[in-house]
């Protein structure tokens, strides 16, 4: 039975501070998909041997690559892809958990003629993971298995060939961001993605007052820089709109957030005594998204080439998009073994 299923190559990036990478890859291989059609491939942008060294002694199969420099999640997610030997290519994060069936349901939509699959991502029921997943994650909570436009970077799963003609990050070279990218370019490229709700990723994001705040300021200059690299991405009236372009936004994805925060209860995804102090920090979290916007349009005048997409190369990183704007990207990574 297992002769006839797709091979599938996983692959999941970590930086320093996700030693729950661990969890991640426990989850991987206690998938139900036979073991001699998986491929697991962990690439660390961490640059510390110890982690790589605890992944490595408690993972022998697994395949990781090392980044000389921090290249960021974008980046690694790249290479990963051009490493890849599987017909299948899945992604998640470091920080997710994995649910036993999810490779075999990607499998099961993509040998059924999809391009492309993505699944919805659920948060434990703690009120700042409730938060993240209302606000950033609201579209794939669906009950409904359905075509759809977009994936979770944390999330999905692909044709290998699909992957590898797009270019996960060479378009724009940012440190996150190219998973919106990716799966709109899928669609308006007539290529089918369909949203399975069997395949399920449990977020457990490491977050903070602090580091939540400073995640809005990043998505909203994200959200901003991506619709002046892409015009035709949903939203792109913003880029044109000046002034009022972060007030827009901020009314809109208020709307859309309560909208979401009533259908999360009524599912079951989050605790519902939580709401009453949920609705006003969704506010909160979209007037710092504003504030990001604003970032954004501010760097995106400072000249034609010092914009938030620059190269790498240039050294020069107005709108904080870069994990490392001194690196080059030329450098290729590493498979690395045990030590």
Known sequence: MSADLPAVSVIVPFKKSESCVLDCLQSIFEMTYPPEKLEVIAVDDSLDDDIANQVLERFPLIRLLRNPVAVGCDGSKQAGIDLAGGDIVALTDADCLVCSEWARLAAKNLESGADAVAGPVRHPKTFLRELVGIADFQDYQGTDHAQTNAFAGCNFAARRGILCSYGYDRRTGMRFGSDRLASWQLHVRGHRIIYDPGMIVEHRPAIGIRSILERRLRYGRKAFALRVHDPTLPGAVITRM???????????????DFCSLI??????????????????????FRMMDAVGI?????????SATETAWESPASGRDPAGMWENPQSTMTDKPVEASYK
């Open 263 to 284: 259908r999360a209860i009524r599912l079951g995804i989050i605790n519902p005594w939580h709401a009453p102090l949920l609705a006003p920090a969704l506010v909160l």
């Open 294 to 302: 604003v970032k954004g349009q501010m760097a995106s005048k400072t």
């Open 242 to 256: 000046g002034p009022l372009a972060a007030p827009a936004y901020v009314g809109y994805k208020t709307v859309k």
